[in-house]
């Protein structure tokens, strides 16, 4: 007499499913990509207030061979490189920068502009409040300011130093010191969603502020949504 097959209930197919599923979504989200939100305005004009990013979390993970490193997609940290970080002073808290001066390089600002090593850095990224040598009433810039003018100071080892590119109005490394390798969790990849708040947004602050953020969104999705700057891949 032939044995008969087992055959899983459809409840436990799905259960089964769905238990995967969470486990796939809860390992992506520890290992492989996190959602960031843009809250300030330290990397205008390329990030937004309000921009939604995907962030990589692969890309810089360590490897413990040669092995792991020639067929894992592991690449390395560069100047240039958008990167989201605990912030040194307050762990809990995520940073996104851009890295700048590189382990072992000497990092200088005059009147504004980088020098690596001495040599100018070109960056068509910066965006200014004021440009070099500009005075004004409510926002004065004098040499003393590290906005103008920053150290010679070198990169210890296994830390970089970041700025944001929206260069008088970001508390980065100018402010902070140098950002151990240890503290960054991976590289920004795109924009999945833009969303340009209303000044009503920002009335009230923790519970209130959830609340009317989240009807903000549902009335105004469509016309405050940034559908130019969606799937915008971040450089």
């Known amino acids: 007499m032939p044995e ?23 390992f992506i989200r520890t290992f492989v990509v996190q959602a960031f939100k843009i809250p300030t305005g330290s990397m205008e004009n390329n990030l937004l207030i309000g921009d939604h990013l995907l962030v990589n979390k692969f890309v810089y993970a360590p490897t413990a061979s040669p092995i792991e490193r020639a067929v894992l997609p592991i690449g390395t940290l560069k100047r240039g490189n958008v990167v989201v970080f605990k912030y040194p002073e307050e762990p809990e808290r995520d940073f996104i920068k851009r890295v700048i001066g590189l382990p072992g390089e000497t990092v200088e600002l005059r009147a504004k502009k980088v020098y690596i090593n001495g040599t100018a850095l070109e960056e068509p990224y910066v965006h200014f409040l004021q ?8 926002h004065e810039v004098t040499s003393w300011d590290v906005r103008e003018r920053y150290g010679p100071v070198t990169v210890p080892p296994n ?9 008088d109005n970001s508390q980065d490394s100018r402010y902070w010191g140098f950002l151990p390798r240890e503290y960054i969790k991976g590289k920004a990849l795109f924009i999945y969603w833009s969303y340009e708040a209303g000044r009503e ?12 953020g989240f009807g903000s969104v549902i009335t105004h999705f469509f016309t405050r949504t940034r559908w130019n700057r969606m799937l915008h891949q971040i450089h």
Not at 201 to 212: F, I, S
């Open 201 to 212: 947004d920002y009335q009230d602050e923790g519970a209130a502020a959830t609340l009317r």
């Open 159 to 167: 830390q970089y130093f970041v700025m944001g590119d929206n260069r």
């Open 131 to 138: 440009g070099p040598g500009d005075q004004s009433e409510y």
């Open 4 to 26: 008969k097959s087992f055959k899983k209930s459809v409840a436990r197919e799905y259960f089964e499913s769905i238990v995967i599923a969470v486990i796939l979504a809860l």
